[in-house]
Structure formats: structure tokens, C-alpha cells
């Protein structure tokens, strides 16, 4: 069984393979963040995710500064998805901006802004995609599953 780690690493393995993702806020008013493609800057083991997102500098100051939000990470080679709902935050202050972009060498200015991302609730899906399989192997699943009786059987004795 998966420990909470396992699956929070599994998940940071996962944002990191894929790094960008469609992210909307659910702010309800009129001032609030424009949906963007963002890149990830990175991950931490309390499964935080630290982005950059644009912004009206003029009105930045008046967005609430913690707000539910949602990241859609989608990879197209191998058809898999990741969606991740959680608690967003505005990062302001020097420490806590320099710690966010670590790695990074984006200026920062009145026209983006920091976001650190907890994670709250995260769906994965993969498609597997069926030209990488041969007609020998689908015709074989195919005739298994109509011939074949399943390893569970179901017995009704009333």
C-alpha cells in the first residue's frame, strides 16, 4: 500500500515530467487572476508547487491573497493527466520570493507575480494508447476475455 510520501512523491515525479500546466484561480469577484499556461519552477516535500502567473500590477494589490485554484497538467506523448486542486497564495516578501525561485532566473515585476500552491486533492489518468499494441496482442485480449472465465467466481447459494 501507498504511504501519503509515495504518493506525494509520485505526484512530484509526475509535475516535474510533465512542468506545464493550465492554472485557473476560483476567485469570485471581479478582480481575479487571468487563466494562464504556466511553467513549474518546483516542487517541495510538503507539496507545495511554485509557479509564476501573470497580473495587472495595478489591481494586484487588491486580489485576495489566498484563494481555492485548480492546475490541469496534460502530457500528449503519453496521454496521461493530472488534474490538482488546492489552496493558492500570493508569495510577497524578499525570503520568501528568493526561496520560491530558486533555480530561476526570472525578474521579478509588476506584471507577474509568485504563487505557492498546496496541494490538496489530485486525480492522475493515463490513456494507454492501442496503436502501440499488435493485432496479435488485442485479438489475444479480445478472445481471452470472451472464452475465458475470470479468476473470480461468484457462487449463489440462496
Not at 516535500?45 to 485576495?64: E, L, P, Q, V
Not at 496541494?119 to 502501440?132: P, R
Request: charged fraction near 25%; include cysteine.
Amino acid at each position: 500500500m501507498l504511504t501519503k510520501d509515495d504518493n506525494l512523491l509520485f505526484l512530484e515525479n509526475k509535475i516535474q515530467e510533465i512542468k506545464t500546466a493550465v492554472f485557473k484561480a476560483e476567485i469570485y469577484n471581479e478582480l481575479k487572476l487571468p487563466v494562464n499556461i504556466i511553467t513549474t519552477l518546483k516542487t517541495d516535500g510538503d507539496g507545495n508547487i511554485w509557479f509564476f502567473t501573470s497580473c495587472n500590477g495595478a489591481y494586484a494589490k487588491h486580489i485576495d491573497k489566498n484563494f481555492f485554484a485548480y492546475l490541469q497538467y496534460h502530457q500528449k506523448d503519453n496521454g496521461c493527466r493530472l488534474r490538482i486542486n488546492g489552496l493558492g497564495s500570493i508569495v510577497e516578501g524578499e525570503s520568501q520570493i528568493n526561496e520560491g525561485e530558486k533555480g530561476s532566473a526570472t525578474n521579478i515585476n509588476h506584471s507577474i507575480i509568485l504563487i505557492k500552491f498546496k496541494i490538496l486533492h489530485a486525480e492522475y489518468a493515463e490513456n494507454k494508447s492501442t496503436e502501440k499494441i499488435s493485432m496479435t496482442n488485442k485479438m489475444k485480449t479480445f478472445l481471452s476475455y470472451i472464452f475465458i472465465q475470470p479468476l473470480k467466481k461468484i457462487y449463489d447459494f440462496s
